[in-house]
């Protein structure tokens, strides 16, 4: 696939210069970095969204993802302190069930490739003693969790059954790495299509600013898991102090909440 397929603009914003940018991928990398910077969510290839948000779907507009910006995906799904550490994707396709393991062995062997391809410096952030695949997850209809430990996580009915058009992705990455993520998602759609589903088109991204106050409820999507991701509970958020209770889970899961559209 080529880089200039991988990234087109959000509907509903100004940057359309993003495709004519995008002649490679660190150009394209460097145009995503300064969106999302600025709250945006962005769309890369026909497949997928892509923001530091949490996002979610109306079910009435198939084809259309609101990206809610005043909900840190960190601060959501992890219990980060500090925002716009955390990338969300959601690649879209056919209802179905996508295997999490498979996804999650493709997604491996990208970021191993990316770091081999890259050299040292392009993944000077991971953190010391840990590869650049440990800093991402995965949930699909089938399961989900870090996609270099058990896989044995996300499987909650109402969990799984919100991610039957979509594999859901999340990653620790700062700006400089995000040419990552078109490595990411080129291999989420070939396993995709190798597990025998189509790959759906989404025709843009709505932006909601979220300013209403309420907070998002994510309890009915928690679940354990072996996430490297989690922070510590920020004080008086919804699941500040809040321990995993799932027997046999080791100290190092965290409560991880998803929300329904990824």
């Given at each position: ?45 026909d ?37 716009r ?29 990316f ?13 010391a ?9 995965v ?11 058990a ?71 928690a ?10 509970p ?29």
């Amino acid at each position: 696939m080529k880089p200039l397929d991988l990234l087109r603009p959000s509907a509903d914003t100004d940057n359309r210069q993003l495709a004519r940018h995008a002649l490679h991928f660190e150009g394209a990398a460097r145009v995503l970095a300064a969106l999302l910077a600025d709250g945006h969510g962005a769309l890369i290839g026909d497949t997928t969204c892509v923001s530091r948000s949490v996002h979610t779907l109306d079910p009435f507009r198939p084809g259309c993802v609101r990206v809610v910006q005043s909900a840190d995906a960190g601060r959501v799904f992890y219990h980060r302190r500090r925002t716009r550490e955390v990338v969300h994707l959601d690649v879209f396709h056919a209802v179905g069930t996508v295997s999490h393991r498979t996804v999650a062995g493709a997604l491996r062997q990208a970021a191993l490739r990316f770091a081999l391809c890259r050299g040292a410096g392009a993944v000077s952030w991971v953190p010391a003693g840990a590869i650049l695949p440990d800093l991402i997850d995965v949930q699909t209809a089938a399961g989900g969790g870090r996609v270099t430990g058990a896989l044995k996580y996300g499987q909650g009915a109402q969990l799984k059954e919100s991610h039957q058009n979509h594999v859901h992705i999340a990653c620790l990455l700062p700006d400089e790495g995000f040419e990552l993520l078109f490595w990411l998602v080129d291999a989420a759609e070939r396993e995709i299509l190798r597990q025998g589903l189509e790959i759906r088109r989404l025709e843009h991204i709505e932006h909601d600013p979220g300013t209403s106050g309420a907070p998002l409820d994510m309890s009915p999507y928690a679940t354990a898991s072996d996430s490297l991701l989690r922070g510590d509970p920020v004080a008086g958020e919804p699941g500040a102090g809040t321990a995993s209770s799932a027997p046999g889970v080791d100290p190092a899961t965290c409560r991880l909440a998803l929300d329904l559209a990824g």
